[in-house]
């Protein structure tokens, strides 16, 4: 099963895409966490993208890019993955299609996480990341409504979006999504 998961800043697309990742044997592929991983070991990737990171704004869709194909190309014992944090623009959108069918692969759903602006907000404040300041998630808020948001209606054109109220405790988002995408 291959899943991707979108939602704003802080709606919980880490926490959930590891507990389904688990759920269902799937790769998790989280360019966050990605992204993270290229700062804290200070590669030159990670050095091109820290500032870019720390104000909240989009790292470029080149890097991004380059960072799921190395992932899709690695090997591995999976039942499909699932995409958290990816993609966030319409572009991005569209050069995972690309990759998508050069790989032959199909998204079996799309699951959104409803969660309102003062919620995330307080969530981001309360976790203390390196990159969850006050001005940062404004500016991440700001740019998700701006270039993530249409990306929605990209996939409600192409895929089965599973809307879901993410502002409920984790166990009860996880069970929404495990009955939704089961079924
Ligand atoms: P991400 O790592 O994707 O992080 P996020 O959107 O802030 O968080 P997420 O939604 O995963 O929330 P989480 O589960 O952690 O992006 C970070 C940065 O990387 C971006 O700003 C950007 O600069 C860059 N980047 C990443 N992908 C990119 C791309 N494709 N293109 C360009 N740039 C990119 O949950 C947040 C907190 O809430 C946690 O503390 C959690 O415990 C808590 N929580 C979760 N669910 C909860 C619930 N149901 N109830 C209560 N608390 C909950």
Redesign the pocket.
């Known amino acids: 099963m291959n899943l991707i998961?979108l939602?704003?800043?802080?709606?919980?697309?880490?926490?959930?895409?590891?507990r389904l990742a688990e759920r269902f044997k799937l790769r998790h592929i989280?360019?966050?966490?990605?992204?993270?991983n290229a700062v804290a070991a200070k590669t030159e990737l990670g050095r091109q993208?820290e500032a870019?990171?720390?104000?909240?704004?989009?790292?470029?869709?080149e890097?991004?890019l380059k960072l799921?194909m190395e992932v899709f190309d690695a090997p591995g014992e999976w039942d499909g993955w699932i995409l958290?944090?990816?993609?966030?623009?319409d572009d991005?959108a569209e050069a995972l299609e690309d990759v998508l069918s050069a790989n032959r692969e199909v998204v079996d759903a799309v699951i959104y996480?409803d969660?309102a602006d003062d919620?995330?907000t307080n969530?981001?404040l309360?976790?203390k990341?390196g990159?969850?300041t006050p001005e940062?998630?404004r500016?991440?808020l700001e740019?998700?409504k701006k270039d993530t948001m249409p990306v929605l209606d990209f996939y409600e054109l192409r895929y089965d979006v599973h809307r879901v109220d993410?502002?409920?405790?984790?166990?009860?988002?996880t069970d929404a999504i495990v009955r939704l995408v089961d079924s």
Request: net charge negative; charged share 25%.
């Open positions: 998961i939602g704003a800043p802080g709606s919980g697309k880490g926490t959930q895409a590891l989280s360019t966050g966490d990605l992204l993270r993208v870019v990171m720390q104000a909240g704004e989009l790292v470029s869709d890097i991004v799921i958290d944090g990816y993609p966030r623009s991005q996480l969660v919620v995330v969530r981001l309360a976790r990341r990159d969850d940062a998630i500016k991440r740019v998700y993410g502002s409920e405790s984790i166990e009860e988002v």
